[in-house]
């Protein structure tokens, strides 16, 4: 049990740490970060429950006031922005990450998480995000989602990346990842 709570603060952490690296904000508001990597090696390392537990813990965090989102932003005011899908869209997108990870029918762990990361980290946050953007930008969702196209690019390269970095894990500790615990075997 301590080791879980442990690792989901570590992952949690590990989002905030990555909002270190310096945001490219785009005209309309919505900045390209480092920070869905960190959703997505949540899900993908800690499975559907804990991932999306660090997520939370994370979400909590920031909307307590602590400046953990990229360019120190925090407080209850990231919900009246144009990323407010995407930032509460960690949660469900760590969730889903880890789902597939620890269902998918995929013996390969890197392979497993790079396509839960896609699904969870691409998909289901990009529905949530392109809501956001619809809602606070008050643009319809076909112009959101032409908005959120810019993003995808690089989120395919973080789901590869957490594919691999999984795949490291799956060699070096074994016992530390959610698919290792969901295939045994």
């Known amino acids: ?17 990555l ?18 990597l960190g959703v997505m090696l949540a899900g993908a390392a800690l499975g559907a429950r804990r991932g999306a537990a660090a997520a939370t ?22 919900l009246a922005g144009p990323t407010v ?8 997108a760590a969730a889903v990450t880890g ?5 998918l029918p995929i013996r390969n762990a890197g392979l497993a998480a790079g396509l839960g990361a896609f699904i969870g980290g691409v998909v289901v946050l990009y529905t949530f995000g392109i809501v956001g953007m619809s809602v606070v930008l008050e643009r319809t969702l076909s112009e959101a ?17 957490t594919g691999l970095l ?15 615990r969901a295939h045994r075997g």
């Open 1 to 17: 049990m301590e080791r879980g709570v442990a690792h989901v603060a570590l992952f949690a952490a590990l989002i905030a740490a």
């Open 19 to 36: 909002g270190v690296v310096p945001p490219i904000t785009l005209g309309f508001g919505v900045p390209i970060t480092a920070q869905t």
């Open 57 to 78: 813990l994370f979400v909590v965090l920031v909307l307590m006031g602590l400046p953990l989102l990229s360019g120190g932003r925090g407080g209850l005011g990231v």
């Open 85 to 92: 899908g995407f930032f509460l869209g960690m949660i469900p």
């Open 99 to 103: 789902f597939c990870v620890e269902r």
């Open 145 to 161: 989602f032409v908005l959120s196209l810019v993003f995808v690019p690089g989120d395919i390269l973080k789901a590869a990346i």
């Open 166 to 180: 999984v795949a490291a894990l799956a060699k070096t500790r074994p016992q530390a990842i959610a698919w290792n």
